[in-house]
């Protein structure tokens, strides 16, 4: 994550369909519920599914809060190497300490991790202010290299019943496929692609060495993740990076990851978990250090040991000029 400062406005909408909220009972009508309740849900006007929060009827906005949650901070390269599953399920995120982008690596010549911020923020400014040269440049016209400054999180979740900050950030988005091809002309941006395949090989190995001893058993079809791991095979294809800049206020609404996990570096407060029944204003990481927390496909594999982190963004004003 990265800011920059500008105000901010907020909105709720009115819900005109109820939903449905998927629990151990089974489906259960909560249209006439107030709680805050998070589960598999189904829409039904469209037919769409995935997680979120469903709020049955629109409610004024909840208080920010304002208890502030630890997590376990795990060093991967020495005494807590082989227990980051464990400690993901209990604690539901970790903080990784310095150096855990060596996890798993005996390469001492590997391009180092840089989370590259002020490339970043200078670029924000060129595709929002220099839009011409922005949009001339050959990666951005063939969208390999995608920006967005109107990404708001309802759009792709079924939101219409539960309240809602309308997201406001802008957003770089980088895939695999972009990232890995010989035939994009990068100019002088090559820096985006290398950052992020430096990334992701860094988050492979780490998670790769963290199950190797729960692979090592597995058999079967060789399109099975564990027998992929166990015999290297797996590439992690559908990876992809993503850069947010957010502004004094800026939002981004509640939300799970889809992947397996999702590693986090950010140069600044306002990240909020919700967490032990309630949200909670996240600690920072250790300098260089890094936050890891589960997607939704990392509950899917582990029939829901660990459960996906539901996350939002919201940077106080306040907590900047502190």
């Known amino acids: 994550m990265d800011y920059w400062g500008r105000p ?148 792709t979740l079924l939101g219409e019943a539960k309240y809602h900050e309308p997201d406001n950030r802008v957003a770089f988005g980088l895939s695999e496929s972009s990232a890995k091809s010989q035939f994009v002309d990068w100019g002088d941006l090559k820096w985006a692609p290398e950052g992020y395949m430096a990334l992701k090989a860094a988050v492979a190995k780490l998670f790769e060495s963290e199950v190797a001893s729960l692979c090592s058993t597995e058999n079967g079809s060789r399109d099975l993740l564990g027998v992929k791991l166990r015999l290297g095979w797996e590439k992690w294809g559908r990876s992809g990076l993503r850069h947010c800049v957010y502004p004094a206020e800026g939002t981004c609404s509640s939300h799970t990851d889809y992947g397996v996990v999702t590693l986090q570096l950010s140069n600044g407060p306002g990240l909020e978990v919700f967490a032990h029944g309630s949200w909670q204003v996240l600690e920072e990481p250790p300098e260089g250090g890094a936050l890891l927390f589960a997607g939704d496909m990392l509950e899917r594999l582990t029939n829901g040991q660990i459960k996906a982190l539901p996350h939002r963004v919201h940077v106080q004003k306040e907590s900047l000029e502190s």
């Not at 539901?92 to 855990?100: E, Y």
């Not at 924000?124 to 063939?142: G, I, L, N, Y």
């Open 8 to 155: 901010w406005t907020a909105g709720w909408q009115k819900p005109r369909y109820p939903q449905k909220s998927w629990g151990y009972g089974g489906y259960e009508d909560k249209r006439e519920a107030w709680n805050l309740q998070r589960g598999w849900r189904e829409s039904s006007s469209s037919g769409q599914y995935g997680w979120e929060e469903l709020r049955s009827r629109a409610v004024p906005p909840p208080p920010r809060p304002r208890q502030r949650l630890q997590v376990p901070e795990l060093d991967l390269c020495g005494q807590d190497r082989g227990h980051l599953l464990e400690v993901l399920a209990l604690a539901g995120a970790v903080h990784l300490s310095p150096g855990w982008e060596h996890v798993g690596s005996t390469d001492t010549g590997e391009s180092p991790v840089r989370p590259e911020y002020d490339k970043w923020h200078a670029l924000m400014f060129e595709a929002t202010s220099q839009k011409k040269k922005w949009k001339s440049r050959p990666c951005v016209h063939d969208r390999h290299l995608r920006f967005s400054s109107c990404e708001d999180l309802s759009r």
